[in-house]
């Protein structure tokens, strides 16, 4: 069957436009070198799941014309995944019916510490949900769970030190926020056509994978085509798309492609 995947965003943490800088890139007219912060979608028939909801979530569900959502996977809790959850608050309270939230334990009890409110403020007195709040239900995962019947594979990832979530679905791999891909993994990425990678930049980074390191990834899961994502103003779209290896594209805000699951 064939799937859609999106991009929401394609930025690094901070964003490009970057605040405070006037580089070529940050003050160009060219959209493919604008970088709202990295999210994805992905879209199997009326399915919808977003992956990460980060600090610019609300003008891309307003972009992407997304009024319904059936899942929110998240990657990490770093401010420009997660910063956005409250925006999903538009969304439940349309729907009248809590949003499945997926992550691993680790992450998601960042999540309850920095949201905690969500949690306090879920229920009204009357013990009727409140829908002022974001209506989230939270699924702890370490193993592959469905989604209206479609598999979502967590993908355990080093991002530094940090240990977070990829995701696969079908053909696809979100590999986001990612400096190392542990050994236990690889089996998990057999058979993936579209790889999204971090890449970031040309620099090497302690905590994201560079263009290059990039591409000797795409290389060696053998994946058909890599799409390089979480992009700094250090790349400049029409000079270094033309630099990047054979069958890897970079990304940019809305760019989609098509998948098999
Ligand atoms: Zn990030
Ligand atoms: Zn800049
Ligand atoms: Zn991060």
Known sequence: MKATFTFMGSGTSRGVPM?????????????????????????????????????????????EHITR????CLTHPHCDH???????????????????????PTNLAVV????????????????????????LDYHEVTEPFQVNGITVTPLPLFHGRAATYGYRVGSLAYVCDCSRIPEETYPMLEGVTDVVLD??????HPTHFNILQAEDEFKKI??????????????????DQQCVAPGCTLAYDGLSFDFEV
Not at 39 to 46: A, N, R
Not at 69 to 72: K, Q
Not at 199 to 204: C, H, I, Q, S, T
């Open 82 to 104: 997660l910063d956005g959850l409250d925006d999903l608050q538009g969304l439940t309270v349309y729907s009248r019916e809590e949003l499945p939230f997926y992550s691993s």
């Open 69 to 72: 959502l059936d899942a929110v």
């Open 112 to 135: 309850h510490q920095r949201f905690g409110y969500v949690d306090q403020l879920k229920y009204t007195p009357d013990g009727a949900l409140r829908w002022s709040v974001p209506q």
């Open 199 to 204: 890449a970031l930049r040309w620099k090497e």
């Open 19 to 63: 605040l405070c800088c006037d580089c070529e890139v940050c003050t160009s007219k060219d959209p493919r070198n604008n970088h709202t912060r990295s999210s994805g979608l992905i879209t199997v028939g009326d399915t919808k799941i977003l992956i990460d909801c980060g600090p610019d979530l609300r003008n891309q569900l307003i972009r």
């Open 222 to 239: 053998g994946a058909k085509r890599a799409w390089l994502t979480h992009l700094t103003h250090d790349i400049l779209y029409e000079r």
